[in-house]
């Protein structure tokens, strides 16, 4: 009997159906390559979307050509996330009822800080990413990052770097379209396994520029699982876009992406996060 999709997405029998590739092998490529990423119910069962049943078809295609699965998994979601360019955008398309809050960049400051400090001090091996706008943003806050990229699986920044630059401490600083989105944004994302916390800024435009602290972003920052991969995904196809020999060596399971549903241990982080923040403002 053929199985119907879940109203709240599809069934890995589903997607087995529709694509010809077997469960195990879909299991073994999520776990060896982050690839494709389920939703997760609280029960645990993954769902898939529509979108999924075409990228998974993607990469069953470019295997027929000889190409091997991490190249072909790398071509397909760069492909899918190239067109995004912006981290703000990607995480608004992935869940619209995540609502933007206006702040002024001092706030943002310390929201970035807190999120930074509790993630140094609890995550395991995290996928770190920051987006700087510009080189002078980052240089301010180098020192901490150097200190973050240590413990971490992966750290990238993102600013008008003039080349990609992969130092022997600290995080890898690659260069970002000087006329794209991510002049306007500001991002910092954490993904690991049990902590994951991602916040994304996008400034807001004016007339008549404003004293540093009090230029104003549209801010979206979430502990759920779901808001991260999608901040990580848009993350990594920036990373394969700009250096693909960083991509290829990271290219199996060092970039496994968090799952499951949003946990007591994740609302704690919520909690710890704005705690520190107030503290910070006060």
Do not use: N
């Amino acid at each position: 009997m053929k199985q119907q999709p879940a109203d709240d997405g599809l069934a890995i029998g589903e997607l087995v159906e529709r694509t010809g590739v077997s469960e195990g092998t879909l299991r073994v490529w999520e776990r060896r390559h982050g690839f494709p990423v389920p939703e997760r119910l609280a029960s645990g069962h993954r769902r898939y979307s529509e979108s999924d049943v075409e990228l998974v078809a993607s990469v069953v295609r470019e295997r027929a050509t000889g190409m091997s699965l991490a190249a072909a998994i790398a071509r397909v979601t760069e492909s899918a996330t190239s067109v995004e360019g912006s981290i703000f955008a990607g995480l608004r398309r992935s869940l619209p009822d995540l609502q933007p809050i206006s702040l002024r960049k001092d706030v943002v400051l310390a929201l970035s800080r807190a999120i930074e400090d509790e993630s140094c001090a609890q995550a395991e091996r995290p996928l770190l990413f920051g987006s700087f706008q510009r080189v002078r943003y980052f240089r301010q806050s180098q020192r901490r990052w150097q200190d973050f990229a240590r413990t971490a699986e992966l750290a990238v920044v993102f600013a008008d770097f003039d080349r990609p630059h992969m130092p022997e401490v600290g995080p890898v600083e690659l260069p970002i379209d000087r006329a794209g989105p991510l002049t306007r944004e500001w991002a910092v994302v954490c993904d690991a396994p049990g902590h994951a916390v991602c916040l994304v800024g996008l400034e807001l435009p004016v007339l008549t520029p404003p004293r540093d602290a009090a230029r104003e972003f549209e801010v979206l920052w979430s502990v759920e699982p779901a808001a991260v991969r999608a901040a990580s995904q848009v993350c990594l196809g920036l990373m394969r876009r700009a250096s693909p020999e960083l991509a290829e060596r990271f290219s199996d399971d060092a970039l496994k992406l968090s799952a499951g549903p949003i946990s007591d241990q994740q609302l704690r982080l919520a909690s710890a996060i704005t705690t520190r923040t107030l503290r910070a403002m006060g």
